[in-house]
């Protein structure tokens, strides 16, 4: 079976309810923020992404957050589906670098 | 469009040996990736092609080789394969300038024996 997913963070939510996943980053000098999602057997999906200039930014049933007085980024979900449950990851963009530094990600888990 | 493709899904190597990751994406990007993804280690890069023409050693590279082989295509070579690269690999692209997303393909599960 898929390995992903194993001795990661769960976060455990009722369906209809809001999830909030959170992020630390490690680079002061990174500029550009991503969500993904990750679903079982399959490759990260893009969700959403911000900017450092900005401190929010909302899509379909998604919204993101970023502090970076404490280097803190979150991604909420609101009404929480079951196609929901996946492993989300944030990753960051250090300025003026083509490379892209991964979380380990967390586990969404949707109950019924 | 298909997005980034990668083949194989599946493979399992025996110790000492070769095979070729292929990677082909038709989103006319211009950068090109290879990671691996290890249990509670999240996505690492192995290499990286920032345009056609160039490569780049990312975080782990040591035991593999890649080519660019056009704007659309970047393979990932393992000359000799051993246990520490049984791993799912994960090739992405994107729009070179910076502030882009990577889209990924669906990965391949190699396991060596």
């Known amino acids: 079976g898929e390995s992903v997913g194993l001795h990661l963070p769960t976060l455990s939510v009722q369906e209809g309810d809001n999830s909030i996943i959170n992020c630390a980053y490690s680079n002061s000098a990174s500029d550009y923020f991503i969500w993904y999602k990750q679903e079982s057997g399959k490759g990260p999906q893009f969700i959403i992404d911000?900017?450092?200039?900005?401190d929010k930014r909302q899509g379909q049933r998604v919204t993101v957050l970023l502090n970076k007085t404490v280097k803190h980024l979150s991604l909420q979900i609101a009404a929480t589906q079951p196609g929901d449950s996946a492993v989300y990851f944030c990753?960051?963009?250090?300025?003026?670098?083509?490379?892209?530094?991964f979380g380990t990600g967390t586990k969404l888990q949707v109950i019924p | 469009n298909a997005g980034v493709t990668q083949t194989p899904k599946f493979q399992v190597l025996k110790t000492g040996q070769s095979m070729t990751l292929q990677c082909a994406q038709d989103?006319?990007?211009?950068?090109m990736y290879w990671y691996r993804q290890d249990p509670g280690m999240g996505l690492r890069l192995i290499y990286y092609s920032a345009s056609e023409g160039t490569t780049d050693k990312g975080e782990v590279p040591n035991g593999y080789n890649v080519s660019r082989l056009n704007k659309r295509e970047f393979s990932l070579r393992l000359e000799s394969a051993a246990p520490s690269q049984t791993s799912v690999y994960f090739c992405a692209s994107k729009l070179r300038d910076r502030n882009q997303p990577q889209h990924f393909g669906d990965g391949t599960r190699l396991s060596i024996l």
């Open positions: 989103m006319n990007h211009n950068s």
């Open positions: 911000i900017r450092s200039n900005m």
């Open positions: 990753a960051e963009n250090n300025r003026g670098y083509q490379k892209v530094t």
